[in-house]
């Protein structure tokens, strides 16, 4: 059974940091693509950092680019989300997804819970 | 890299049909394969409902179906049921390591 269970989320002041870990199970992490998409309160989701299977290569959304970093450790099978300049617009339940294939599709086949990042003063 | 377009809310009777529109452009919907939808209930993660345009992942009953013609996307739930309430999401392949997803659309069950 698949399992993508995410940790990290809280409370933090704007211009902060937080790192958002995720614990995969179930399948051979190194072999598929892996994202964070986010989704504020009352709000749609967006999609905020992809990284494909083996690593090296990722992309981000521009509303996080420059700030936020995601990254993979294949022998830990956990996938990261280093969040740097929080603004209060950052503010969201972010969640861990596991895509389809090896190369990012943007098939998103399983969803973590979610863990929520609040940047509030 | 601009959120997709649906409608924001549709409507239907028990045992109807609803169409979701998903609307985008050369770079995303109409230039790749990888278009997915996806149900979610309040307080609940997303679920994949459709994926590569029309394919069901196992367990999606087949009232849930998608199509594509240039650069819209569209999901089609027949036999609507009360369960199908919730809100459904688009999403698009739009190249390099990059993925967009739609609006969002609240189906309503009348």
């Known amino acids: 059974e698949v399992q993508l269970l995410e940790s990290g989320g809280g409370l933090v002041q704007p211009g902060g940091s937080l790192r958002l870990s995720c614990a995969a199970s179930?399948?051979?992490?190194?072999?598929?693509?892996m994202s964070w998409v986010r989704q504020a309160p009352g709000k749609g989701l967006e999609w905020v950092a992809g990284i494909r299977g083996s690593g090296g290569s990722s992309d981000y959304a521009d509303s996080v680019k420059g700030r936020f970093t995601i990254s993979r450790d294949n022998s830990n099978n956990t996938l990261y989300l280093q969040m740097n300049s929080l603004r209060a617009e950052d503010t969201a339940v972010y969640y861990c997804?596991?895509?389809?294939?090896?190369?990012?599709?943007?098939?998103?086949?399983?969803w973590g819970q979610g863990t929520l990042v609040t940047v509030s003063s | 890299q601009s959120a997709l377009t649906q409608p924001r809310s549709v409507s239907g009777s028990p045992g109807q049909s609803v169409t979701i529109s998903c609307t985008g452009t050369?770079?995303?919907?109409?230039?790749?394969?990888?278009v997915s939808w996806y149900q979610q209930h309040p307080g609940k993660a997303p679920k994949l409902m459709i994926y590569d345009v029309t394919k069901r992942p196992s367990g999606v009953p087949d009232r849930f179906s998608g199509s594509k013609s240039g650069n819209t996307a569209s999901l089609t739930i027949s036999g609507l049921q009360a369960e199908d309430e919730a809100d459904y999401y688009c999403s698009s392949y739009a190249g390099r390591y990059i993925a967009v997803f739609g609006t969002g659309t609240r189906v309503n069950v009348v």
């Open positions: 179930g399948f051979t992490f190194s072999s598929y693509a």
């Open positions: 050369s770079n995303d919907v109409g230039g790749y394969t990888y």
């Open positions: 997804v596991k895509d389809l294939r090896a190369l990012l599709s943007a098939i998103h086949d399983y």
